[in-house]
């Protein structure tokens, strides 16, 4: 499936939904990634990044196109033509080239660690994704969950996560990130028995005392529905994604390169002598 009918399946499931019975944003449209596609396809290792769905403020009630200037022609619209589909990747294309975001700064610090950037600034182009929906509601996910009855949920996250998945299908990433309450890990690969590892336990908080708790970041190696091996890598949530400091974020992606060379130890394979990011490609594919 290519990316253009992607977006054909993606927005006949978004023009599907009443929007104020299931508690859509008005207007909005579907976010199928944040990023540059062209950029990522191009890049030494292909990362994602993953939230739950766009938020509301994607679209503020004020100026619901500031960040989406395309948003006018496409709001509304039951189907696109190939024309209004190659606008609409634009759109997302170019996001973080129109945007500042603070909420991304949570995770650039890790994919810097990679070698990689939002930005495409850096050796890898990284894209975000939605894991249960592309559709942004009208609330934050929580007060979502709170706030509408079981069987609206339960059909935007079926839908939504099967389109998620036919994603990553199509983008056949390295590695997927994630920074999400615990409950969600689940989630990511839900038919597969994941065998998830530790391999970050920080116990200083960003002043450098002692944390209440431990932040705990786990991997470990999924397989999507295309046959492709893949890194997953899930840290828990607080208020924000990856809430440590800045430099244990770098630190972090850094460790993602050399976590590898373990996978080659175990397996009893003599220990490579390429660097951790030819190792990782080795490992992958």
Known sequence: MSIEEYVERVWKHYASIEEETYGIKTPSMPLIYHGDYSQYKDSVLKIVTAGLNPPSNEFPDNNPSIRFKELDQFYGKETLNEYETLEYLGSLDSYFRRNSNPWFDNFEPVLNGINASYYGVMESTALHTEMLSPLSTVVSWSKFLNKYPSHVIDEIVTNGHALWLELMNILQPDIIITSLGEKYRKNIFNIQNLNWRRIENITKNTNGGERKRPYEVYCTIGVLNCGKKCLLVFGDRNV???????????????KLFHLMKGIYRSRKEPVSTDTPKKIIMKTLH
């Open 240 to 254: 924000v994604p990856f809430m440590v400091s800045e430099e244990q974020k770098i630190e972090l992606g850094s």
